[in-house]
Structure formats: C-alpha cells, structure tokens
C-alpha cells in the first residue's frame, strides 16, 4: 500500500524541484559596472583606433660596427643626450698598440723626409772638395812624370811599354779628377726631386695607416646619433657586444615631442582626411585626455598585429597607421586641468579622429530616391 503512494510522491517532489531549479536560474543576473570606466568621443562622428606612444623619430636601435667586450657604458635609461655623446666603449687595447706601431712608422717617414731636405749637410762638402783636390795632383804628378820620360834624350833608354803605361795612368788619374767633381756636384745640388716624392709618398701612407687605426679607435666608442632620451640599455660592462645581436644593445628616441601611431581598420581608413583633428585617451583614466596634430600618413596598409581584445575584432584585419603628435605635458584631467599625467613611450591610447558620418558618405554616383515601376499588362 505504500509503494502505492511513494512513487508518485518522489515524481511529484522531482517535478517540483526541476521547476525550481529552471525558475532560480531564471532570474536576471545583476550586471557589475566596470572597473574602468570607457573612453568617449567628443565628436558627433568619429574613427576610433587604438594608438601606440613612440619617440617623434621614432625608436632609433643602437648597435656597434665592430664587435668586442664592453668597457665602460656611460647612460642609462632615462638619461637625455646629445647628438655626439658618448653611450658605450669596447675594448681598444689591441688597436691602440697598432697605433703606436703606425705613428711609430710616420716618425720614420717624416724623418727621410727631413733628412732628404736638409741636404747637403755643411760636414759633407769639405772631405769632397779635398778628394777634387787629391785627384788633381794625381794627375799633375802623373802629367809631370810622363812629360820626363817623353824628354829622355835617348829613346832607347825608355821603353815602349813603360810610356804607354805612364799614358794611361794619365788618362786614368784625369778620369777620377771628372768623378769626384760630379760627385761634389751631386752632394751639393742637395736631395733627387723623385726621392723627395717617394719619401712624402711614404709619409702620406704612414699617416693614412695612422688615420685609419684612429678611426678604428673612434668608432669602438658608439656615439648618439641624435639629441635624444636613452629609453632602453640592453648592455653591460664586461659583456661581448656583437654586431649582428637580434636584441638591440641601445633603443634611443626624441620624446620632446611624442608621436601616436594609430591603427584605423581599413574598412574605416577611406573616412579619415588629411589633417583631421583628434584626441587621445589614457587607458585606466580617461579623464587625461590630450589633444593630438595630424603628422603624416604611412601609406603602406599593414596586417594588424595589437590586439585589442574586443569581441568583435578580426586577425586578419589590416590597418592605415596615422601618425599624430602631442607635447608630453599636455595630457591633462578634464575635469581639473591644473593636473598633469605622464604618458611613456610604448603605451596605449584610446584614439578618436573627427570624421564626416557615413550617413553623407557616397561612393561613385548618387543612386536615384526611387526607381518607377514599369506599367502593368493587360
């Protein structure tokens, strides 16, 4: 008897407790506000992007032309500088022994130099002048014996070999007269024009080797391209610092200006015009706004690559960058403008830019209100 009334008691309860499990998931869930509250546009019709804080020439990757361990690094992040300012130095040791080497060889050079130039030395001329001399009275002495044995009163006396002999000690010793006159001549007409511009020639190599050796040196020191503010250092003294590094060693950038490079969707990229005004957002509190100056077009329509999150965005989007600028004291509070932020580089920023609205957009001709109908057959 009671297994009569038990199952339709439990199918009753399972009934009733289904409708309440259905009627409690029914009910309207409350909606939690956001934690942040949305950028809105203060324009009638805009294009909205999303827009990324980069340097006014944009990032500049610091790199070294030629590799070796670093000695001394001389900024750090943060720090502004001018064009030619020291950043880091690699080690020059090697280079700097070279150097002595070649300044050691223009020493040489420039001194044949000075010593081709500087002739004839006063110490020279004296000695030549006496071997002149010397040969002359060789020869008068020879010229005075020949003339006794020629007047010997009998031939017989003297023989034929022994005059020739005389003869040709004569013609001899009248030859050396003729050298060591030449060479005084030689001495005294000082250095050979060509062993003047060999030897400047040699100069000039000597000091082209040195050059390129200090040039060497100069560029183990890497300079700052720009007046800049050093935004990233990726180097430390005593690590090896390669030309072909996949991470830059130093990322420089003006940021006296700052620029935004906003990414339009193309679908939207027609709407924006050439020198529309805009206004940017900090993302977190968009209270800070900051009026933006239209720059330039990069008129190159990429894939999009940041995302943003929302529900509806595409990946295989591409977008039209716009680049705009701002002065980084000009995000202020819209409700209290005495009150600054600081924006960094390689932030985000809610973007809009005025736009005509696309209730007015037509694309070729105006298409007719409407089309008459054609009259009905009989």
């Known amino acids: 008897m009671m297994t009569k009334f038990l199952l339709p008691l439990l199918a009753i309860a399972g009934v009733a407790l289904a409708v309440y499990t259905v009627m409690a998931q029914n009910k309207p869930q409350m909606v939690s506000p956001p934690v942040v509250q949305p950028a809105s546009s203060p324009y009638e019709s805009q294009v909205p992007g999303a827009g990324l804080v980069e340097p006014s020439t944009e990032f500049i990757a610091v790199g070294t032309n030629v590799p070796g361990i670093v000695t001394r690094v001389f900024v750090k992040a943060g720090d502004r500088v001018k064009a030619g300012d020291p950043l880091f130095a690699i080690d020059d040791r090697s280079l700097r022994a070279e150097l002595a080497m070649r300044e050691a060889a223009v020493a040489v050079a420039a001194s044949q130099i000075e010593r081709l130039t500087s002739l004839p030395r006063a110490e020279d001329v004296p000695p030549a002048e006496a071997r002149v001399r010397e040969a002359e009275s060789q020869v008068a002495d020879l010229e005075a014996q020949l ?12 023989s034929a070999e022994e005059l020739s002999r005389r003869r040709f000690a004569v013609q001899t010793a009248r030859t050396r007269v003729i050298e060591s006159k030449a060479q005084l ?25 040195a050059g390129r050796v200090k040039t060497e040196i100069e ?11 050093v935004l990233k250092v990726n180097v430390r003294v005593g690590e090896y610092a390669s030309g072909g590094s996949a991470e830059n060693l130093m990322t420089l950038g003006d940021t006296s200006t700052l620029h935004i490079r906003v990414d339009i969707d193309e679908n939207d990229a027609w709407r924006v015009a050439s020198g529309a005004e805009g206004v940017a957002f900090v993302r977190g509190n968009s209270d800070f706004r900051t ?7 990069e008129p190159y329509v990429i894939p999009k690559r940041s995302l943003t999150g929302s529900s509806g965005e595409r990946v295989d989007t591409r977008v039209l960058q716009v680049i705009y600028a701002f002065k980084p004291d000009s995000v202020r509070s ?3 403008p005495e009150k600054s932020v600081r924006v960094f580089v390689g932030q985000q920023m809610d973007v809009f830019i005025k736009a005509p609205p696309l209730a007015g957009a037509r694309f070729g001709a105006p298409r ?3 089309v008459p109908q054609a009259p009905a057959s009989n």
């Open 291 to 297: 009026p933006i100056s239209f720059v330039r077009f």
């Open 185 to 209: 001549n030689l001495l005294k007409a000082g250095a050979w024009k060509p062993d003047l511009e060999i030897a400047r020639a040699s100069l000039a190599a000597a000091q082209s080797e």
């Open 334 to 336: 819209e409700s209290s």
């Open 368 to 370: 007719p209100a409407s």
């Open 147 to 158: 003339a006794m044995w020629e007047n010997v009163p009998d031939k017989r006396a003297v």
């Open 219 to 229: 560029r183990l020191t890497v300079l700052a391209p720009v007046a800049a503010e």
